[in-house]
Nanobody, 115 residues
């Protein structure tokens, strides 16, 4: 069974930065198209960034130019660098396969942007 463990979240002031990590255990990670998702209170979970096994990336418009997704296939880990954070980025962040079928969700990591 695949396990997803997200980490790196926290409380940050507007304009600040964080680096999130997601360790994937129990799967041939390198073959999968991976994504970072977020779910804000009262909203649906959304895909904000994705990365192919060839390291091509895609972003939702609201995070373009501020977030950077990357992966280290040797470490079975996907990263999300968050820069120029604003309060609208406050959410629980999750990683998973970018498209269906997905693995069971991890616990996520909370990102709170507030002064």
């Amino acid at each position: 069974q695949v396990q997803l463990v997200e980490s790196g979240g926290g409380l940050v002031q507007p304009g600040g930065s964080l680096r999130l990590s997601c360790a994937v255990a129990g799967s041939t990670f390198a073959t999968y198209y991976m994504g970072w998702f977020r779910q804000a209170p009262g909203k649906q979970r959304e895909l904000v960034a994705s990365i192919t096994r060839g390291h091509s990336t895609n972003y939702v418009d609201s995070v373009k130019g501020r977030f950077t997704i990357s992966r280290d296939n040797a470490k079975n880990t996907v990263y999300l660098q968050l820069n120029s954070l604003n309060p609208e980025d406050t959410a629980v962040y999750y990683c998973n396969r970018a498209f269906f079928p997905r693995w069971a969700w991890g616990q996520g990591t909370q990102v709170t942007v507030s002064s």
